[in-house]
């Protein structure tokens, strides 16, 4: 099998891609804002805060967990969600150093 465009960047840019990938979604936001907000949650909170039906909130978990945005926990028949720190951390170097450059950059872009 031939290799694919992916296999040319590194696995950091793989990874921050797949991530980015997963928030490109205005729903997957506003869950991870609400978790941000409850801490941690069943599936059930999610569905009486956002105006999306249970299936499609659970077809957004599985991408954000698959992305590893969130991590679950089964307690019973309920699944636990809450924000997996490790990620929002890589965000915020990721971020905050693209930020940096910018700003140690003098010359003005374009």
Known sequence: M?????????EQQ???????KALGHPARIAIVEYLLKAKSCICGDIVNELPLAQPTIS???K????AG?????IEGKTICYCLNPEIIYQLESIIGGMANEIRN????CC
């Open 2 to 10: 031939g290799i694919t465009k992916t296999d040319f960047f590194s």
């Open 69 to 73: 945005v969130i991590q679950g926990s």
């Open 59 to 61: 077809q957004h978990l």
């Open 14 to 20: 793989n990874q921050t891609a797949n991530i980015f």
């Open 63 to 66: 991408e954000l967990k698959n």
């Open 105 to 108: 950059q003098n010359s003005n």
